[in-house]
């Protein structure tokens, strides 16, 4: 379905675009925002229950299907690849 959206997005023209695109995610977040909070707190509830032998695999697994979903987004990118809290370290600074 989300296919279909996008191509929808993207054969408007480019002047529309952006006007579509906050169109369809009005439309779209109020349905799907409650689906995703309850799958990500049952993730959660769940997550501690795993066996550590098994928990590599597990989040191996999560990392595969999840990623390429989360990722996308330039503002969980960013968060994830460089986290603010996390020093920049060169080869001029060092870390005490």
């Known amino acids: 379905m989300l296919d279909q959206v ?5 054969s408007a023209p480019s002047g529309d ?4 695109e906050q169109r369809v995610i009005r439309e779209l977040s109020q349905p799907m925002l409650p689906v995703i909070d309850n ?3 049952r993730f959660e509830q769940i997550a501690p229950s ?3 032998e098994l928990a590599p695999a597990h989040r191996a697994y999560m990392k595969r299907q999840l990623h390429p979903l989360i990722l996308c987004s330039p503002f969980a990118y960013r968060t994830y690849a460089k986290p603010l809290a996390m020093p ?9």
């Open 6 to 10: 996008e191509l929808g997005i993207r």
């Open 17 to 20: 675009r952006l006007e579509a």
């Open 39 to 41: 799958l990500f707190a």
């Open 50 to 52: 795993i066996d550590p």
């Open 88 to 96: 920049v370290i060169t080869k001029w600074s060092t870390c005490s």
